[in-house]
């Protein structure tokens, strides 16, 4: 439950750095307000015994911020900022245990591309994973560390709600990356090789 939801006084963050930069295109003199943030790792998870796709449904003080309107809950999938000495893909199997409760394998994840979002604001990369699991591979609860609060959540792709979840944008609010790597998903080679699998039990 948000209780209490108000803006405050900007002094300094951790995570961002708020800057404005000035250039020179095609003889013109320009300024532009930009944001310094960490580039951060997102994965697909895909659960092959439920057939369902495992993301993640939280709250974004942006979002509410910037519709009041709006419960500020939104769903998107698993993922982190890149602020650790570590791989990205072993940043992206943490992230995946922290969040969500599953022990990824090492072979079972694979990086899909890098894309910059938000390019008017954030330049920083988003390093796309997609991850297959089973259900042996949920070890923990998940729901994210320290004072995160992440609710995991079951999107079966044979079920009506899978449906409704791509086509509603009132209920369902849901990031830009989560619709493009799902939509990915489903048309990738990836996939189609497990069709094959689940066609030949």
């Given at each position: 439950?948000?209780?209490?939801?108000?803006?405050i006084e900007?002094?300094?963050?951790?995570?961002?750095?708020?800057k404005?930069?000035?250039?020179?295109?095609?003889g013109?003199?320009?300024?532009?307000?930009?944001?310094e943030?960490?580039?951060?790792v997102?994965i697909?998870?895909?659960?092959?015994?439920?057939?369902?796709?495992?993301?993640?449904?939280q709250?974004?003080?942006?979002?509410?911020?910037?519709?009041?309107?709006?419960?500020?809950?939104?769903?998107e999938l698993?993922?982190?900022?890149?602020?650790?000495?570590?791989?990205?893909?072993?940043?992206?199997?943490?992230?995946?245990?922290?969040?969500?409760?599953?022990?990824?394998?090492?072979n079972?994840i694979?990086e899909?591309?890098?894309?910059?979002?938000?390019?008017?604001?954030?330049?920083?990369e988003?390093?796309?994973?997609?991850?297959t699991?089973?259900?042996?591979?949920?070890v923990?609860?998940?729901?994210g560390?320290?004072?995160?609060?992440?609710?995991?959540?079951?999107?079966?792709?044979?079920?009506?709600?899978?449906?409704?979840?791509?086509?509603?944008n009132?209920?369902?609010?849901?990031?830009?990356?989560l619709?493009?790597?799902?939509?990915?998903?489903?048309?990738?080679?990836?996939?189609?090789?497990?069709?094959?699998?689940?066609?030949?039990?």
């Amino acid at each position: 439950m948000i209780e209490n939801f108000k803006e405050i006084e900007f002094t300094k963050s951790n995570f961002l750095t708020p800057k404005r930069v000035q250039y020179v295109e095609n003889g013109k003199e320009k300024i532009w307000d930009a944001v310094e943030s960490h580039d951060s790792v997102s994965i697909l998870i895909f659960n092959t015994d439920k057939n369902a796709y495992v993301i993640v449904k939280q709250f974004r003080p942006p979002v509410k911020l910037a519709h009041p309107e709006y419960t500020g809950y939104i769903y998107e999938l698993c993922s982190g900022i890149v602020d650790k000495d570590k791989s990205l893909k072993q940043i992206a199997i943490e992230e995946c245990l922290e969040e969500c409760g599953y022990a990824v394998q090492e072979n079972n994840i694979q990086e899909i591309t890098t894309v910059h979002s938000m390019v008017g604001i954030i330049g920083a990369e988003q390093h796309w994973f997609v991850a297959t699991v089973t259900d042996k591979d949920k070890v923990e609860k998940g729901g994210g560390i320290e004072d995160e609060s992440i609710e995991v959540v079951y999107l079966d792709r044979e079920s009506d709600e899978f449906s409704e979840f791509i086509r509603d944008n009132t209920a369902c609010k849901k990031t830009a990356g989560l619709m493009a790597q799902m939509l990915w998903f489903e048309d990738s080679l990836l996939f189609n090789e497990y069709l094959k699998v689940l066609e030949n039990k």
